[in-house]
């Protein structure tokens, strides 16, 4: 599974629908101006984050059907009143807690046992970072993991030639 099933379709697909999102980010900026025609300048990472999300809404429109995680974008998408989740803090502090941790674990455990906690550990993490891959079983996950990456790295591409497009 090298990229989508129609390559170039969803790229077009993509482009338009993520043209549509980005005019309609704009004009809610404008429009929130409270009446008057100049519009509201938005912070840089307030930018970051609409652009993020309208293409990730014009991928997930653009891929349509078949898969879970189209569907768990738009969701999340459409319910606007829930605040954006926190990003877990402190990098650091996590990496001295799994170190630790791999230390006690190394003691009076098989390879095996190890091996099943780590792949555990992995999954837990993929659910984690696929939409709508907390309800799937392990080998619906993985598909689904594959079908997201094939359509992130279109959406890549597509990014890639409008930014080549503009500069």
């Known amino acids: ?82 605040p954006g989740k926190k990003v877990h803090s402190s990098r650091c502090k996590r990496i001295v807690r799994r170190c630790f941790r791999a230390r006690r674990s190394r003691d009076g455990h098989s390879s095996s046992e190890i091996a099943r906690r780590l792949v555990r550990k992995r999954t837990k993490v ?15 996950l993985l598909h689904e993991a594959m079908d997201y990456v094939a359509h992130l790295h279109a959406q890549v591409d597509v990014l890639r030639r409008i930014s080549n497009a503009v500069q």
């Open 126 to 140: 993929l659910r984690k970072m696929i939409p709508g891959g907390e309800s799937l079983d392990e080998i619906s």
């Open 1 to 82: 599974m090298r990229g989508p099933n129609n390559t170039r379709a969803f790229q077009q697909g993509f482009l338009k629908n993520l043209v549509l999102s980005l005019q309609s980010c704009s004009k809610l900026c404008v429009s929130s101006s409270s009446g008057s025609a100049s519009s509201v300048m938005m912070s840089l990472q307030e930018r970051k984050r609409a652009i993020k999300s309208s293409a990730d809404i014009a991928m997930a429109a653009a891929r349509g059907g078949g898969a879970r995680w189209p569907r768990a974008i738009l969701a999340a998408s459409s319910s606007a009143s829930s």
